[in-house]
């Protein structure tokens, strides 16, 4: 059994910052990337930014220069810092984990529950 807690979200200002953090507990043997996405209403699920185990990061256009990903691999841990926040970052952030888990190493997919981020203008 693998859970993903989120915490971070909230309501900030146009320009304000906000700091997201991801944990990952349970039978995890290798975590190969976590990442960030992201969903607004009516719209699909897309990608904030990943990080992998050596440390490579990826990120939307969108967000580059803007949002910093890390991680915490003694932790199982991700984090998303968010800084000059537009009103369009509105969203559900979702953590996400790549690793292979359980007593045969299956690699496997998973989400978190997500948490709101709102950026009023």
């Known amino acids: 059994q693998v859970q993903l807690v989120e915490s971070g979200g909230g309501l900030v200002q146009a320009g304000g910052s906000l700091r997201l953090s991801c944990a990952a507990s349970?039978?995890?043997?290798?975590?190969?990337?976590m990442g960030w996405y992201r969903q607004a209403p009516g719209k699909q699920r897309d990608l904030v930014a990943i990080?992998?185990?050596?440390?490579?990061?990826d990120y939307a256009d969108s967000v580059m220069g803007r949002f910093t990903i890390s991680r915490d691999n003694a932790k199982n841990a991700v984090y998303l810092q968010m800084n000059s926040l537009k009103p369009e970052d509105t969203a559900v952030y979702y953590c996400?984990?790549?690793?292979?888990?359980?007593?045969?190493?299956?690699?496997?997919?998973?989400w978190g529950q997500g948490t709101q981020v709102t950026v009023s203008s």
């Open positions: 990080i992998t185990s050596g440390g490579s990061t």
């Open positions: 996400n984990l790549d690793a292979s888990v359980g007593a045969w190493y299956r690699r496997q997919n998973y």
């Open positions: 349970g039978s995890i043997f290798n975590i190969y990337r």
